[in-house]
Nanobody, 120 residues
Framework: VQLQAFGGGLVQAGGFLRLSCAASGRTLSTYVMGWFRQAPGKEREFVAAIRWRSGVSSYTDSVKGRFTISRDDARNTVPLQMNSLKPEDTSIYYC??????????????WGRGTQVTVSS
């Protein structure tokens, strides 16, 4: 599975961004697609994940109610809509894929990250 994340940028606090992960190489219906992030000096952390077939999603507590993960079957992409952004959301965001759900860094496939910077 090849993954490519894009859509990052600079936004003011309270604003929004929409990231997307383009996936290719395999049929994704049996995969879990995840978004992670890593801020400078910190470990990579789980943000959200979605089971492709069922559409069931999971979120870390700090983004619940602000971020929404989805999947686009036609385009083979996994958007992450990020609203009400806060400076602490500033990170490099990565998309990942695995056959099993996890909220840790055990996913088999990773894309290159995209930088999100939220100014106060």
């Amino acid at each position: 599975v090849q993954l490519q994340a894009f859509g990052g940028g600079l936004v003011q606090a309270g604003g929004f961004l929409r990231l997307s992960c383009a996936a290719s190489g395999r049929t994704l219906s049996t995969y879990v697609m995840g978004w992670f992030r890593q801020a400078p000096g910190k470990e990579r952390e789980f943000v959200a994940a979605i089971r492709w077939r069922s559409g069931v999603s999971s979120y870390t507590d700090s983004v619940k109610g602000r971020f929404t993960i989805s999947r686009d079957d036609a385009r083979n992409t996994v958007p992450l809509q990020m609203n009400s952004l806060k400076p602490e959301d500033t990170s490099i965001y990565y998309c990942a894929a695995d056959r099993k759900f996890s909220n840790t860094n055990v996913y088999d496939y990773w894309g290159r990250g995209t930088q999100v910077t939220v100014s106060s």
